[in-house]
């Protein structure tokens, strides 16, 4: 099948983003611990489940937002749109090259989405009960293959009717979709700030749980501006 645009313009993105995350994850994430020890998480420790688990949440996202770019000519809704696509790509990378610097694999098989959390991610939505246990593999572009969606995580049912909606009907299914999907992104967030053992990723956590909840607030009053509300 021939790459759309959407597929094409996001997986540039994700490169660009890797490459611009290499250095900074060199200094950050891989060096030293507090008292100058080495700091390498194990392959099932919370900081490897994070940014596993959160880097396929975030690549839904970007892929979401190329699709509504597509389906949309509302600048307000695009200008969203090209800011998370960006902002996760970004943070996609860094959690990657994390990943490359402590030797550890980018897919667990193995392990249950959220595992690290001490919950399964099946049955578990937070913020709609729309994209939270059936219909798509885990990471809607090149997750894992669990057949377990995160919380928020739209189907690819849902996926497909974005796909396909267009002016005002996909402007309000993305945010409707989005709202779903920083809620559970923040869910996610949070158990890093808790249980993460990284100074660096606990703060990056931190920035999402404030970055996407004021999205989500953003977001509600664009959903209101067109009649809608948020599904959950």
Known sequence: MKPTRTHVAAAVAVVLALLFAGVATVATAGGRGGEGEARTPAADSADAGFARDMS????????MSFIVRDRTADEEVRRLAYDIANTQANQRGMMMGWLDLWGLP???MDQEPMAWMGKPSHGS????SHGSSHGSSHGSAGGSGSQALMPGMATRAELDRLRVASGKDAEVLYLQLMIDHHKGGVHMARGCVEKCATPVER?????MVDAQESEVRLMT????KRGAKPRG
């Not at 703060?203 to 920035?207: F, I, M, V």
Request: aromatic residues 0%.
């Open 56 to 63: 396929d949440h975030h690549q839904q996202a970007v892929e």
């Open 106 to 108: 980018k897919v667990a």
């Open 125 to 128: 939505s937070h913020g709609s």
């Open 203 to 207: 703060q990056l956590a931190q920035g």
């Open 221 to 224: 009053d664009m959903l209101a």
